[in-house]
């Protein structure tokens, strides 16, 4: 492996997330969301009904930290907090309809930049693209066993 790789890796990695944010940001008349926000949101969407706890553990947050960031959402209207019937002192997350818009919202103009951007590149480009994600894709569930394991 090349010394420089693993950098030159995180360091590219980085600097696509911050730009697909940094442009999707531009065309937002609502309050933007922050990126711990989106992602606990994604998370709700996924696992309908996840506990604070449950959540913070599949973010690698502490629970406080969730806690607030489900308190500004259920503020915001995004979230919904309902009592666990099983445990009457937990909470169960569920998205409200304008955090399903605004989610759905994003994952379309997410894809329209990406495509844009993407179809830009030449054909060999694109299929080197293509061929890196099963690598990427390793990649990344190394780094999530080993944030579940720490």
């Not at 569930?141 to 720490?150: F, I, K, R, V, Y």
């Amino acid at each position: 492996m090349s010394e420089t790789l693993p950098e030159e890796l995180a360091d590219t990695l980085v600097r696509i997330q911050r730009l697909i944010r940094r442009r999707l940001r531009g065309g937002m008349t609502l309050p933007r969301l922050r990126g711990a926000e989106v992602e606990l949101l994604r998370l709700v969407e996924a696992r309908p009904g996840i506990g604070i706890s449950d959540a913070a553990r599949a973010l690698h947050l502490a629970s406080n930290s969730v806690s607030t960031l489900v308190n500004q959402l259920v503020r915001d209207g995004f979230l919904l907090r309902e009592t666990d019937p099983a445990d009457r002192r937990a909470a169960r997350l569920r998205l409200t309809e304008a955090a399903e818009k605004r989610l759905g919202d994003w994952r379309r103009r997410r894809a329209e930049l990406v495509v844009r951007h993407v179809s830009l590149l030449d054909e060999a480009d694109q299929e080197a693209l293509r061929a890196a994600l099963p690598a990427l894709r390793k990649l990344a569930a190394g780094l999530h066993e080993e944030a579940e394991d720490g």
